[in-house]
């Protein structure tokens, strides 16, 4: 069954369910009505900054209809469940998207028995552009004109959460702090996420210069095809050569495609991939740190672990004792 609400509609339904704030800096909604059931909670930080924490399960699809409005700059991460967005793409676990402006009219559908959880971070325009002009950062011309007010389009920029980001989230659910060690964290992971994330945003902009010939629709999916190689094959992936001739391009390209597509080397997104799932392994299994390491392609387990801690900053057997999980209230 699907269920069709307006924007306005909607607020009003965590309007109605009960509020609550924790205190002068957090605030939070239970959601539990016919619709389904989860919480909404808001974390007020300085800097202009909120933390958005959404955890939801509806018994329907629900479809709730937008009108153009215009929002802050907005750090959206997706750790479970699916939506279809406005611009009818999906956004699910792991993708994240940076925007600012008006949102496109239409519609976003979330789907039904399906466990949500994301987290938004949203930043006051003139903060995140204090951030920029302070270092006379170059950033792409629309997007300067937003957070300046000089512009009313829409500027959206689609995104995959690296494992780095992965582990931030992780750490802003699982605070271990109260008071004001709390804000510290939790302003300094979100400052670290919207680094990260905007670093994406400035290097894709210079990439599309560097790599105008190599940018064609043709190329691009075979750059895709070949990453979704190695993900497959992540234990034991082919050569840079044999990776190349898969697809049907030559190194140079497979590089440079990687560079601007990815942000990365091909091999490097096989090391932050093996890397994720070493994570996941250890978080969601019973798995010990040598199976870990053995399923992952690693037959050294002092070199896994040693590329573990380069990548969290922690060592697996101590990351398997921290590892907490959050319910879904």
Sequence with gaps: MTITVSSHNWKEFWQEDKQQYLNKHERIWSFSNNLGKGYQKQIFLRSGISIYIHQL?????????????????????????????????????????????????????WSANSSILKVDIHIEPNHLGSYLNDYNQKTPSQLNQLLEGKDEKFYFDPGKTTPQMQLCLHQILNCPYQGATQKIYLEGKALELIAMRFQEVLSKDNSQHDSSQLMIANDIERI????????????????????????????????????????????????DYRMEQARLLLTDTQMGVTQVAHSVGYASLPSFSAAFRKKFGICPRTYIGKEKKVPLE
């Design 57 to 109: 399960e509806f018994v329907d699809n629900i479809v709730e209809t937008i009108s153009a409005q215009k929002f802050l700059p907005e750090f959206a991460f997706h750790l479970k469940g699916k939506r279809q967005l406005v611009d009818g793409k999906y956004h699910q676990a792991g993708d994240n998207f940076f925007a600012i402006g008006p949102c496109l009219s239409g519609t976003q559908q």
């Design 224 to 271: 895709h095809q070949a990453k979704e190689i190695l993900r497959c094959n992540f234990e034991n992936p082919p050569s840079l050569p044999e990776l190349a001739r898969q697809v049907g391009l030559n190194q140079r390209k497979l590089k440079q495609g990687f560079r601007a597509c990815l942000g990365t080397t091909a091999f490097g997104y096989l090391h």
